[in-house]
């Protein structure tokens, strides 16, 4: 089996990496005042060229930088686009024991304009020293709504969540335009929100809040299309389906089965990179209603706890796959990125290259190539 000439590879990673001691250090005095500009985007640039030799090392064919230049996966659109702000989220995360954490949410505090870059510079950066393929990665549209819902425009200007969504998808597909004017040829937006909607305990705490889920369902599916549809010929565009990272902890539980048929059906990207690390996300059923001109991308291996996986378990888990969708239209990843926050989640930076390591030795044991 010959390894594929675009992305997603048989081997990816979800996009954030453990930022490194110095780097978490050098965010704490930017934002204190202790380091200039200048000094701080030379620590985040030296951190990605380190970085990126560790994905290129570990044998993988897609790198990003790591998510190096942000303080949280989705806080750089806050920061570019005039009219979005943060306030407290609607929903917490938790873990196994119980224990729940609260977070700030992004929310619409005018009508939205893009007043600076978002990811071109980040990607002009990385693609100067990858010699792999380059991946940038970026929110989903309904990441800037869902955690405060109809709360989000409440004083904006906006009198709809269309009319939010018309401007801001905009920006997304101008975004992309952009990227792919740069030589940017893959992109991953990641999604949270849709996964959550296929909880009925998280649909019923929607409709407690006095939102629609199947309406959000509609509304969120229409503009990830309005975002990424669009995108010029020659970009794969992947979205990322994850049930919430943070320090280890989940927003959500439970499998596909209710929302796959509308999601997999109608979302239009090339590939869908899914979570499957723990019992929280279901079986494989779901993934017959993948069409059959997309990729699947399995996320296998955990980036929440630092316990390695099992190298035999993982290939018989892409074989159990391999019942829905063809084995070449599969791929092995991560369920998420090691650190969706500058924080990063409970496990070491040795851990996460081992991790790295054992996903592009399992995609050679299965494909023959990574």
Not at 83 to 98: I, K, R, S, V, Y
């Amino acid at each position: 089996m010959t390894a594929p000439h675009s992305p997603p590879f048989h081997a990816e990673h979800l996009g954030s990496l453990l930022r490194p001691r110095e780097l978490t250090q050098a965010f704490r005095a930017h934002a204190g005042g202790d380091i200039d500009d200048a000094a701080f985007h030379k620590i985040q640039e030296d951190a990605i060229r380190q970085v990126v030799a560790l994905q290129e090392t570990a044998g993988l064919a897609m790198v990003t930088d790591g998510e190096y230049r942000r303080a949280s996966y989705w806080g750089h659109w806050v920061d570019a686009i005039e009219g979005l702000g943060t306030a407290p989220a609607l929903f917490t995360f938790h873990d196994e024991g119980g224990e729940e954490q609260t977070f700030i949410a992004a929310t619409c505090t005018g009508r939205l304009k893009k007043a600076k870059p978002i990811s071109t510079g980040e990607f002009s950066f990385l693609n100067s020293v990858a010699t792999a393929t380059p991946k940038i990665t970026m929110p989903s549209p309904s990441t800037l709504h869902f955690w405060r819902l109809s709360q989000t425009i409440e004083g904006s200007g906006y009198d709809t969540d269309e009319a939010f969504f018309a401007d801001l998808c905009a920006i997304f597909a101008r975004e992309i335009a952009d990227l792919h004017a740069l030589g940017c040829r893959y992109v991953q937006l990641d999604e949270v929100p849709l996964i959550m909607l296929g909880n009925p305990d998280i649909r019923d705490q929607v409709k407690g809040f006095g939102s629609d889920p199947e309406r959000l369902i509609d509304l969120y599916i229409t503009a990830m299309n309005d975002a990424a549809g669009g995108r010029p010929k020659g970009m794969t565009a992947g979205m990322h389906m994850c049930r919430g990272n943070f320090k280890g902890k989940w927003l959500t539980e439970g499998g596909y089965d209710d929302i796959a048929e509308q999601v997999f059906g109608r979302v239009e990207v090339d590939a869908f990179f899914l979570e499957y690390d723990t019992e929280r996300a279901g079986g494989f059923e779901p993934l017959r209603f993948v069409p059959k001109d997309k990729r699947v991308v399995l996320g296998l291996v955990s980036s929440k706890v630092p316990q390695l996986e099992d190298r035999d378990r993982l290939k018989a888990r892409i074989e159990e796959a391999a019942k829905f969708v063809p084995l070449d239209r599969l791929s092995i990843s991560p369920q998420c990125g090691f650190a969706s926050t500058v924080a990063g989640n409970p496990l070491s930076e040795d851990d996460e290259k081992r991790k790295l390591e054992l996903l592009v030795g399992v995609a050679d044991d299965v494909w023959g190539t990574k």
